[in-house]
């Protein structure tokens, strides 16, 4: 591995994991949720309010960021650490997801994708090359190899076929990345929702060599109970000695059932985008701060959450910041499910310490099954 990046296991319970890596920015504490800094910010919060909801690590977005402002102009001024000022460690994702889901009249090719950008309709080309290259003119911490992802339900020979592409760019993406101590690049594999294809992948990633490996392709569509099937021997195929980060998941209990099965690191927009429409999620389920019934409620969103959201504002005075389309309500509903989400990763990361994870899960399942309709 990369010189000063490390991987130590700690403990297990059932497959359940826990442990840190080791980056020359810093450790971080697995399981590990990495809020979503897309454009260089993670929307409504300052990185210090990020920093203090007990994130470790964020994620950047290769696509956004070479667009504008571009990764020349943030190498320029420092990297994306000292633009954004974050100072703990930073993993950008590669390119492939944003390129086929938001780029205009895209074409793909073995050599890589030429796309016209959402923004301005400019035309560029990312290949697993460019992309090596814009993630370290960012300064990644952990890098991404470029790949496709496709969209599920999808036919198993289109899967197939995208799959091998991705292992011939992960390739590519190995050598172009070179030997760069401290900073660290992580395999991809994909094979959409079909065992053979995963464990073909895996294989294939196994013989390149990586720092540790990511399992895309799922939360695309396919369902949370088919990426629960591809999660019960998905991470298995992949090195014990190495972390295993589930891209783009998710929902709370997404993320429990991933680390349950094996996984030590997630992201999602989820906890940010949902703080924006009014959505905060609490330990009895998610609640609508606009729902009519909050407007009188003198609570906290959640009694056991000790982020400013709950400490210092009521339910009455969220519902009415939100309703009156008040900056404050983005800012305040966002550092909350930012806190909820690390506080639910530290209470894993505790449980399997302990090796009582199964009576952990439990009881947050219970504590959601109860619900949140309670009197004032």
Request: aromatic letters at 8%; proline letters at 5%; charged letters at 25%.
């Amino acid at each position: 591995m990369s010189a000063r990046f490390n991987f130590h296991l700690s403990g297990t319970d059932g497959k359940a994991r826990t442990g840190r890596i080791v980056t020359p920015r810093g450790e971080i504490r697995t399981p590990a949720f990495m809020p979503v800094g897309t454009a260089a910010t993670v929307k409504a919060m300052l990185p210090e309010s990020v920093a203090d909801t007990g994130a470790d690590i964020l994620l950047g977005n290769t696509y956004h960021l070479m667009l504008r402002p571009t990764a020349e102009r943030i190498a320029r001024l420092g990297g994306l650490h000292h633009f954004m000022n974050w100072n703990r460690p930073i993993l950008t994702d590669s390119g492939g997801f944003q390129v086929m889901s938001l780029a205009d009249l895209r074409k793909l090719t073995e050599k890589g994708v030429t796309f016209k950008s959402h923004i301005d309709g400019s035309r560029h080309e990312i290949t697993p090359e460019r992309s090596m290259e814009i993630q370290q003119l960012l300064g990644s911490d952990i890098v991404m190899c470029f790949d496709e992802c496709p969209a599920l339900p999808a036919d198993e020979a289109r899967v197939a076929e995208s799959m091998r592409l991705s292992m011939r760019w992960a390739a590519r993406s190995r050598e172009a990345f070179g030997d760069r101590p401290g900073h660290a690049l992580f395999g991809i594999q994909q094979g959409g929702v079909t065992r053979a294809l995963r464990e073909e992948s895996a294989e294939a990633l196994k013989a390149i060599g990586f720092d540790g490996y990511a399992i895309g392709g799922l939360a695309v569509g396919e369902g949370q109970a088919a990426m629960f099937g591809v999660l019960d021997y998905a991470p298995d195929m992949l090195p014990a000695d190495r972390p295993r980060y589930l891209m783009g998941v998710g929902k709370p209990d997404d993320i429990v059932g991933a680390v349950r099965r094996g996984v030590d690191m997630m992201d999602c927009v989820l906890p940010s985008r949902s703080g924006r429409t009014g959505q905060a999620f609490t330990r009895r389920g998610v609640v609508n701060i606009k729902n009519a019934r909050h407007q009188d409620d003198p609570r906290p969103l959640d009694a056991e959450c000790a982020c400013p959201a709950c400490r210092s504002y009521s339910r009455a005075y969220l519902h009415h910041v939100f309703r009156a389309g008040e900056i404050i309500s983005a800012m305040l509903l966002t550092w909350h499910n930012l806190h909820y989400y690390q506080d639910l990763m530290a209470g894993m990361r505790a449980a399997i310490a302990a090796g009582r994870f199964a009576a952990w899960e439990a009881d947050f399942h219970a504590q959601r099954a109860e619900g949140d309709l309670r009197p004032v």
